[in-house]
C-alpha cells in the first residue's frame, strides 16, 4: 500500500535519557544536521508535532523586528 505523495511516518524509540532519533531518511528529507535545534510542539489531544525548521523563522523575525531603526 502506498501512501500519498509527499506524506511519510516513521517511528523512534526514546532512550532512557528522553531523547530520540530521527530516522535517518527524514534527516536527510528535512536536511537536519548535528547541532540543529528542532522546535517540538504539543497538543494533548493531538500528540506531538516537529514543524520544518526555519518554518517560524518569518514570525519571529516580524515579532522582534525594532521598528524605526536599531536603539541604542
Known amino acids: 500500500m502506498t501512501g500519498p505523495k509527499g506524506k511519510y511516518?516513521?517511528?523512534a524509540t526514546v532512550g532512557e535519557k528522553g531523547q530520540i532519533v530521527i530516522p535517518?531518511?527524514?534527516?536527510?528529507?528535512?536536511?537536519?544536521?548535528?547541532?540543529?535545534?528542532l522546535l517540538i510542539l504539543g497538543?494533548?489531544?493531538r500528540g506531538i508535532a516537529i514543524p520544518?525548521?526555519?518554518a517560524f523563522a518569518e514570525l519571529f523575525d516580524a515579532a522582534f523586528q525594532e521598528k524605526?531603526?536599531?536603539r541604542e
Open 9 to 11: 511516518a516513521w517511528t
Open 24 to 37: 535517518k531518511q527524514a534527516r536527510e528529507l528535512f536536511e537536519i544536521r548535528p547541532g540543529d535545534t
Open 43 to 45: 497538543d494533548e489531544k
Open 52 to 54: 520544518p525548521k526555519g
Open 68 to 70: 524605526g531603526g536599531a
